[in-house]
Nanobody
């Protein structure tokens, strides 16, 4: 069973930065894709960014140029560096992995952008 544990969320002022981490149980190289989604209150869960095991990245238009997804295979961890944060980035951020036919989710970490 895949376990994904997110960390790094918190309260930050507009224009600030945060780095989220997603630690996986075991090697992340076995996953075809890992990524981050977010869900704000009253809204559907939406894609933020993904990274393939070959290093190909994809971003939602709303975060392009501000967020960067990366992975460290040695640490079995995927990161989401978030810069120039806006109030509309406020959401619960979830890590996900896709391997074979299995999709796994973490429990989420809350990001709040407010002055």
């Amino acid at each position: 069973q895949v376990q994904l544990v997110e960390s790094g969320g918190g309260l930050v002022q507009p224009g600030g930065s945060l780095r989220l981490s997603c630690a996986a149980s075991g090697s992340i190289f076995r996953f075809a894709v890992m990524g981050w989604y977010r869900q704000a209150p009253g809204k559907q869960r939406e894609l933020v960014a993904t990274i393939s095991n070959g290093g190909t990245t994809h971003y939602a238009d709303t975060v392009k140029g501000r967020f960067t997804i990366s992975s460290d295979n040695a640490k079995n961890t995927v990161y989401l560096q978030m810069n120039s944060l806006k109030p509309e980035d406020t959401a619960n951020y979830y890590c996900t992995s896709v391997g074979g036919s299995r999709v796994s989710w973490g429990q989420g970490t809350q990001v709040t952008v407010s002055s």
